[in-house]
C-alpha cells in the first residue's frame, strides 16, 4: 500500500490552463483527423467498387484498360477495416480526452490514454509487417538480378 502511494505522489502532475488547452485541441484535431481518414477510405472504396474498365484505342485495336482506385476489391476491403480499426482508437482518443478534461474526470482521461496508446501500437505494429513484406520484396528483385 505504501508503495502505491510513492508511486501516485510520483506521477500525481496537475494539469495547468495551458496543458488542459492544449490537451483540448490535441483532442479536437484527433477527432477531425479520425473522421476525416474515415471518409476518405469510404469513398476510395466506393471507388474501387465502381471502378469500370476504359476502353483504350491504340493503332485501331480497341483494347480493355482495368482502371482501379485502391488495387482488388478484397485489398480495398481488408484496408477498409484496418483504417476503421486504426480510426476507432484515435476517435476515442479525441471524444474521451475532451470529456475528461471538461469534465475533471480521471478515468476518462486514463482511457482516452490507453485508446491513444493502441493506437500508436497498431501503428507501429502495421509498419513493421510493411517493412518486413518491403524487405522481402527487395531481397527477391536481388535474387532475380
Known amino acids: 500500500m505504501e508503495n502505491q502511494q510513492t508511486n501516485s505522489s510520483l506521477f500525481g ?7 488542459k488547452n492544449s490537451l483540448i485541441t490535441i483532442a479536437q484535431w484527433a477527432t477531425i483527423i479520425a473522421v476525416v481518414s474515415t471518409v476518405s477510405s469510404v469513398i476510395s472504396l466506393i471507388e474501387a467498387i465502381t471502378a469500370r474498365p ?5 493503332e485501331g485495336f480497341s483494347y480493355d484498360v482495368e482502371q482501379s482506385t485502391g488495387g482488388n476489391m478484397v ?11 486504426i480510426n476507432y482508437f484515435l476517435y476515442m482518443f479525441g471524444k474521451k480526452t ?20 493502441a493506437y500508436f501500437q497498431i501503428t507501429g505494429i502495421l509498419l513493421i509487417i510493411v517493412l518486413v513484406f518491403f524487405l522481402i520484396a527487395l531481397m527477391g528483385m536481388a535474387s532475380m538480378t
Request: cysteine-free.
Open 13 to 19: 502532475l496537475q494539469l495547468n490552463t495551458v496543458s
Open 54 to 58: 476504359k476502353v483504350v484505342n491504340i
Open 75 to 85: 485489398g480495398a476491403v481488408i484496408g477498409l477495416i484496418i483504417v476503421f480499426l
Open 98 to 117: 475532451k470529456k475528461a478534461i471538461e469534465n475533471i474526470d480521471q478515468g476518462d482521461l486514463n482511457s482516452g490514454f490507453s485508446n491513444l496508446k
